[in-house]
């Protein structure tokens, strides 16, 4: 389209274009807020996102460094080597490995650990791990420090630091503080490699670099200089290994660490559900492309990230400011005089245009050069605004030149529409409100989903998914008259009694569950999807949260959250469905349970009494009577403190199912670490759970 260009008419547009793009732009440029940070973080984080076929010309590097390697404390490691969860390893499994690196010509071994304090079994084991540590020579320590505020600029205000044991401290070959400089989204995106006021103190990362003779630690200005993050790859792309798989019984054989630089780090992927570990966010978890969509990257792998930046010298930089600000002043223009002159379909391809080639000079930039810019602002601010400026200014002048002023609200709307619209009644229907009302909640998720789709290819795991919840909404939810509020990554949250009342949505939440265990759903033949659910019944705020524009129905409260719990809670049960005693009163008679006992739930003060529900008819989940009857008479031994009478119980119920009888053994464990000594007089057999 050749329009008639007009600049006598045009350039009042033209101006108020430029001036209100740039004013806006350099707003969410300058200034940090909400909007300012997630524009900014996004810029960084989506050329790691985006396809290589995206810039054919431009292909991305893929290779993986290969200088580290990182061995991990993780769930595998602490099963095979039995050590506890809540408390330090048994310190002769570090000597073990010390040992082991030293005798396969490690050229560093850096611990992710703080080790501040003596062992409190045997001050031998001490001796014999600072020996290790001396024998070997490269041995990094890390420094233990308390953030004053988490995440953002305040990262580098840091208490005193907790230096390792001292013991320690006099044989190893340097010391680093540990903290890395992550956003409030718990992403590093920035090196940082110093500390504190007055005297300095040395990343962990930076000591290893200066213990390593890189050249770049000589000028101690350049730890200051700012860099930034280049990641090589997804969570786990580093080369690694379990703990287990380096000590122990479980340990390979074969020569894993010649001239390589060893990290020793946690990495917790399923142990305490939802309670933050030393694990952060990555650009790949944004959009879930490592495989699973909470997957994280250790605290290990960021600083060996950091270290390979800088022996490759291959960090990312940011574009200076004040580049980037004539940037951004000349986009304002050309965009707002450009787009203003267009009629609406020109400047809608226009400005789709301009956005694709903004998208792929920053991703050849970030590939090719290393260097990246708040980029996104131009997608989300500059182009919008002087796309919907174009299209407002050129609609009014329409509107004058047509002579159709009290008709200008119909300029965007089809006749039907806005007769659909001015007949609704309900006109408050988009704007924030909310009422009490009594819910049965449903929480679900996948049993062992980690397992499941690890190293499933992405569109694969997408496609599983969609037919995943498709089959448990469609024959379990909506055939209840269930409303799904949300699905969170596996996780689906839904409730009954809302929007519409139901009398008895205790027992479709029930039937729900039954219905989702009766669906024979599978990843692939080897992996059929074992579905876990917890219901309970009770009063939530429930309708519409956010603004006018934007609005959420949903429900919130204490009950939401005491739903979700019980759904976690088949985890340590071994369980497919828990109910509530609300839910199981308010379904009878229509639903078959058993009794599981009294819990005192992770943040919440009062027992809930838990009931599992149960399915004659479905062979995976059908409970033999006898063993119903042994675990009965275990549960009232445990409740009346017949602590041997419950042991025996137990083992009974247990010996009835081929598969084993999950309350059962969970009882058994806790029996097996119960100190009778200890109850309270008041005590009337509740298990108290610390973890989510």
Same mark, same amino acid.
């Given at each position: 389209?050749?329009?008639?260009?007009?600049?006598?008419?045009?350039?009042?547009?033209?101006?108020?274009?430029?001036?209100?793009?740039?004013?806006?732009?350099?707003?969410?440029?300058?200034?940090?807020?909400?909007?300012?940070?997630?524009?900014?973080?996004?810029?960084?984080?989506?050329?790691?996102?985006?396809?290589?076929?995206?810039?054919?010309?431009?292909?991305?590097?893929?290779?993986?460094?290969?200088?580290?390697?990182?061995?991990?404390?993780?769930?595998?490691?602490?099963?095979?080597?039995?050590?506890?969860?809540?408390?330090?390893?048994?310190?002769?499994?570090?000597?073990?490995?010390?040992?082991?690196?030293?005798?396969?010509?490690?050229?560093?071994?850096?611990?992710?650990?703080?080790?501040?304090?003596?062992?409190?079994?045997?001050?031998?084991?001490?001796?014999?791990?600072?020996?290790?540590?001396?024998?070997?020579?490269?041995?990094?320590?890390?420094?233990?420090?308390?953030?004053?505020?988490?995440?953002?600029?305040?990262?580098?205000?840091?208490?005193?630091?907790?230096?390792?044991?001292?013991?320690?401290?006099?044989?190893?070959?340097?010391?680093?503080?540990?903290?890395?400089?992550?956003?409030?989204?718990?992403?590093?995106?920035?090196?940082?490699?110093?500390?504190?006021?007055?005297?300095?103190?040395?990343?962990?990362?930076?000591?290893?670099?200066?213990?390593?003779?890189?050249?770049?630690?000589?000028?101690?200005?350049?730890?200051?200089?700012?860099?930034?993050?280049?990641?090589?790859?997804?969570?786990?792309?580093?080369?690694?290994?379990?703990?287990?798989?380096?000590?122990?019984?479980?340990?390979?054989?074969?020569?894993?660490?010649?001239?390589?630089?060893?990290?020793?780090?946690?990495?917790?992927?399923?142990?305490?559900?939802?309670?933050?570990?030393?694990?952060?966010?990555?650009?790949?978890?944004?959009?879930?492309?490592?495989?699973?969509?909470?997957?994280?990257?250790?605290?290990?792998?960021?600083?060996?990230?950091?270290?390979?930046?800088?022996?490759?010298?291959?960090?990312?930089?940011?574009?200076?400011?004040?580049?980037?600000?004539?940037?951004?002043?000349?986009?304002?223009?050309?965009?707002?005089?450009?787009?203003?002159?267009?009629?609406?379909?020109?400047?809608?391809?226009? =400005?789709?245009?301009?956005?694709?080639?903004?998208?792929?000079?920053?991703?050849?930039?970030?590939?090719?050069?290393?260097?990246?810019?708040?980029?996104?602002?131009?997608?989300?601010?500059?182009?919008?605004?002087?796309?919907?400026?174009?299209?407002?200014?050129?609609?009014?002048?329409?509107?004058?030149?047509?002579?159709?002023?009290?008709?200008?609200?119909?300029?965007?709307?089809?006749?039907?529409?806005?007769?659909?619209?001015?007949?609704?009644?309900?006109?408050?229907?988009?704007?924030?409100?909310?009422?009490?009302?009594?819910?049965?909640?449903?929480?679900?998720?996948?049993?062992?989903?980690?397992?499941?789709?690890?190293?499933?290819?992405?569109?694969?795991?997408?496609?599983?998914?969609?037919?995943?919840?498709?089959?448990?909404?469609?024959?379990?939810?909506?055939?209840?008259?269930?409303?799904?509020?949300?699905?969170?990554?596996?996780?689906?949250?839904?409730?009954?009694?809302?929007?519409?009342?139901?009398?008895?949505?205790?027992?479709?939440?029930?039937?729900?569950?039954?219905?989702?265990?009766?669906?024979?759903?599978?990843?692939?033949?080897?992996?059929?999807?074992?579905?876990?659910?917890?219901?309970?019944?009770?009063?939530?705020?429930?309708?519409?949260?956010?603004?006018?524009?934007?609005?959420?129905?949903?429900?919130?409260?204490?009950?939401?959250?005491?739903?979700?719990?019980?759904?976690?809670?088949?985890?340590?049960?071994?369980?497919?469905?828990?109910?509530?005693?609300?839910?199981?009163? =308010?379904?009878?008679?229509?639903?078959?349970?058993?009794?599981?006992?009294?819990?005192?739930?992770?943040?919440?003060?009062?027992?809930?009494?838990?009931?599992?529900?149960?399915?004659?008819?479905?062979?995976?989940?059908?409970?033999?009577?006898?063993?119903?009857?042994?675990?009965?008479?275990?549960?009232?031994?445990?409740?009346?403190?017949?602590?041997?009478?419950?042991?025996?119980?137990?083992?009974?119920?247990?010996?009835?199912?081929?598969?084993?009888?999950?309350?059962? =053994?969970?009882?058994?464990?806790?029996?097996?670490?119960?100190?009778?000594?200890?109850?309270?007089?008041?005590?009337?057999?509740?298990?108290?759970?610390?973890?989510?």
């Amino acid at each position: 389209m050749n329009p008639r260009i007009d600049w006598q008419r045009n350039r009042i547009g033209i101006v108020l274009s430029f001036l209100f793009s740039a004013t806006v732009t350099l707003i969410v440029w300058d200034f940090e807020f909400s909007l300012s940070k997630s524009l900014k973080h996004l810029s960084f984080d989506q050329p790691y996102l985006t396809p290589s076929i995206f810039t054919p010309f431009v292909p991305r590097p893929e290779t993986v460094p290969n200088d580290v390697v990182l061995v991990y404390l993780d769930d595998r490691s602490h099963q095979d080597l039995g050590q506890p969860y809540n408390a330090p390893w048994d310190r002769n499994h570090h000597t073990e490995l010390v040992k082991r690196l030293s005798a396969e010509g490690a050229r560093a071994v850096v611990f992710d650990i703080v080790f501040a304090d003596p062992s409190p079994r045997n001050p031998e084991i001490d001796q014999t791990f600072a020996t290790a540590i001396a024998e070997n020579g490269k041995v990094i320590l890390a420094i233990d420090l308390i953030k004053n505020e988490l995440g953002g600029k305040e990262s580098s205000q840091l208490s005193e630091p907790i230096l390792p044991y001292e013991l320690f401290d006099e044989v190893c070959a340097d010391i680093g503080y540990s903290a890395l400089q992550y956003d409030p989204d718990f992403q590093v995106r920035r090196h940082l490699h110093q500390s504190g006021k007055g005297e300095l103190i040395s990343s962990l990362t930076w000591s290893t670099a200066q213990f390593l003779g890189l050249e770049l630690t000589d000028d101690e200005n350049n730890r200051v200089q700012p860099r930034w993050v280049n990641y090589y790859g997804p969570p786990r792309s580093l080369p690694w290994f379990s703990f287990s798989e380096v000590v122990g019984d479980h340990a390979r054989s074969e020569p894993l660490f010649k001239d390589k630089i060893v990290y020793i780090g946690a990495h917790l992927k399923t142990y305490n559900s939802g309670e933050r570990k030393d694990e952060l966010r990555h650009p790949w978890s944004t959009w879930g492309l490592s495989g699973e969509h909470w997957k994280f990257i250790a605290g290990a792998e960021v600083h060996a990230t950091i270290l390979l930046n800088l022996l490759r010298g291959d960090w990312l930089n940011e574009i200076p400011k004040k580049t980037q600000l004539i940037y951004f002043l000349l986009t304002s223009f050309f965009l707002g005089s450009g787009l203003v002159l267009l009629r609406p379909v020109a400047a809608t391809l226009s =400005a789709i245009g301009a956005a694709l080639i903004v998208f792929w000079v920053a991703h050849y930039l970030h590939w090719a050069h290393r260097l990246w810019f708040p980029w996104a602002i131009t997608l989300a601010i500059q182009i919008p605004l002087a796309w919907g400026f174009s299209v407002l200014f050129n609609s009014l002048k329409l509107y004058v030149q047509k002579q159709l002023l009290e008709q200008s609200i119909r300029a965007y709307l089809s006749p039907k529409l806005v007769k659909a619209f001015a007949s609704r009644p309900d006109e408050n229907f988009l704007k924030p409100g909310a009422e009490k009302q009594e819910l049965s909640i449903l929480f679900s998720d996948i049993e062992g989903f980690t397992s499941l789709s690890e190293g499933m290819d992405s569109s694969k795991l997408a496609d599983l998914m969609n037919g995943y919840f498709e089959t448990t909404v469609s024959n379990g939810i909506h055939a209840t008259d269930g409303t799904v509020v949300k699905y969170i990554g596996d996780a689906i949250f839904a409730f009954w009694n809302a929007p519409e009342p139901q009398s008895d949505h205790a027992t479709r939440a029930c039937q729900a569950a039954i219905q989702i265990q009766r669906q024979p759903y599978r990843f692939s033949e080897s992996k059929p999807v074992h579905t876990r659910v917890g219901i309970h019944t009770g009063s939530a705020d429930v309708g519409n949260f956010g603004s006018a524009n934007r609005v959420d129905y949903t429900a919130i409260g204490e009950n939401i959250n005491l739903a979700s719990r019980l759904e976690g809670l088949n985890k340590y049960l071994g369980t497919r469905i828990l109910i509530s005693r609300e839910t199981r009163t =308010a379904a009878a008679p229509h639903i078959q349970t058993r009794a599981l006992g009294r819990f005192r739930l992770k943040g919440f003060e009062r027992t809930v009494e838990v009931l599992e529900v149960l399915d004659p008819t479905h062979d995976e989940t059908s409970i033999p009577q006898s063993c119903l009857e042994h675990f009965n008479s275990g549960l009232q031994a445990f409740h009346g403190r017949d602590f041997e009478g419950a042991i025996r119980a137990f083992k009974q119920s247990q010996a009835e199912r081929a598969s084993g009888d999950g309350p059962s =053994a969970f009882y058994l464990r806790q029996l097996e670490s119960l100190d009778p000594a200890t109850l309270s007089d008041d005590w009337q057999g509740e298990v108290t759970l610390e973890e989510k």
